[in-house]
Nanobody
């Protein structure tokens, strides 16, 4: 099992940046990690996902070129750097993980793939 704790959310103007952190209670090297977001009245959507060896990643089309995943194995933390933020990026952002061996690209942004979830951190982007 793993516990995930998100931080780094906040309020920012359009065009600004935020860096979200997902701290894991165990080694992030054991888990595949992803970020999801959910805005009020909308379904939860996958934003970015990373295989545990960091060799592969996948981004939603809506954030490609603006959001970047990275991890610090020494801190058991995965980061989501968000640049050029838009009002439509406003949402609760969740970190998620699973530990099964295979990371499948076509399922990497599917919430059903993940069985560990954090509590979320709010991101609000004003125009």
């Amino acid at each position: 099992q793993v516990q995930l704790v998100e931080s780094g959310g906040g309020s920012v103007q359009a065009g600004g940046s935020l860096r979200l952190s997902c701290a894991a209670s165990g080694s992030t090297g054991r888990f595949h990690i992803a970020w999801f977001r959910q805005a009020p009245g909308k379904e939860r959507e996958g934003v970015a996902a990373m295989a545990r060896n960091s060799a592969e990643s996948k981004y939603a089309d809506s954030v490609k070129g603006r959001f970047t995943l990275s991890q610090d194995g020494t801190k058991n933390t995965v980061y989501l750097q968000m640049n050029s933020l838009k009002p439509e990026d406003s949402a609760m952002y969740y970190c998620a993980a699973f530990s099964r061996p295979l990371w499948l690209r076509d399922r990497a942004l599917d919430e059903k793939t993940y069985n560990y979830w954090g509590q979320g951190t709010q991101v609000t982007v004003s125009s």
